[in-house]
């Protein structure tokens, strides 16, 4: 079954302290796997996507099909960091996007 | 650009009525997808339209079926709600470049 599973509720760290974000996915094909992201009041948005390999507000993941994850990283948490994070799965060629539950990242002054 | 548009924004309905939320695509979209919310869960695949079809449903039933209107914009029909369709609903869209999906900010919908 194609499943994504972010196992983090809420994450709360310190700023400055580095951020890892977990996710692991179940899907039997070639994953293609995004970050989205949802900051206070603000509608949910791409941060980023595996195949294009960039880093975008500080952040990186790397997909490492080996354990089949896709770790949103950061090595200095700000505060403006503080968001819902989900991590998605394309299940198809349609782009039919399944998501985790999503972890809140809290980053505290 | 106003990206994607959804309306209204909040809605409440009575247990066995029907509801239909409306979603304009950004500009150059083609491709709409909807999305169900559930309080503290990530969005759930309903379906997607693509030149006015239905391409893809996800797990959901009957009663909830959509359309998409030359323009691109598309209508989610729910019939015979129950209270556990109480959630947000995100309209997602994309052109045929686009490698990630633009979402709007959702309708809330209760069911009382």
């Known amino acids: 079954a194609q499943r994504v599973t972010q196992p983090e509720k809420l994450l709360s760290v310190f700023k400055g302290a580095p951020v890892e974000l977990k996710c692991n996915y179940s899907y039997s094909g070639s994953p293609e796997l995004f970050w989205y992201v949802q900051y206070s009041r603000q509608r949910l948005q791409l941060l980023l996507r595996h195949i294009s390999r960039e880093s975008i507000k500080g952040f990186t993941a790397d997909l490492n099909k080996g354990e089949t994850s896709f770790h949103l990283k950061k090595p200095f948490a700000q505060e403006e960091d503080s968001a819902m994070y989900y991590c998605?799965?394309?299940?198809?060629?349609?782009?039919?996007?399944?998501f985790g539950a999503g972890t809140r990242l809290a980053v505290h002054p | 650009d106003a990206g994607v548009t959804q309306s209204p924004t909040h809605l409440i309905k009575t247990r066995g009525q029907q509801v239909t939320l409306r979603c304009s695509p950004k500009?150059?979209?083609?491709?709409v997808s909807w999305y169900q919310q559930a309080l503290g869960q990530g969005p759930q695949f309903i379906f997607q339209y693509y030149e006015e079809e239905e391409r893809q449903r996800g797990n959901f039933p009957d009663r909830f079926s959509g359309h998409q209107f030359p323009n691109y914009s598309s209508e989610l029909n729910v019939n015979a709600l129950l209270l556990g369709d109480s959630a947000l609903y995100l309209c997602?869209?994309?052109?045929?470049?686009?490698?990630?999906?633009?979402f709007g900010s959702g309708t809330r919908l209760t069911v009382v």
């Open positions: 500009s150059g979209h083609d491709t």
């Open positions: 997602a869209s994309r052109g045929s470049w686009d490698y990630g999906y633009t």
């Open positions: 998605a799965l394309n299940s198809g060629g349609y782009n039919k996007l399944i």
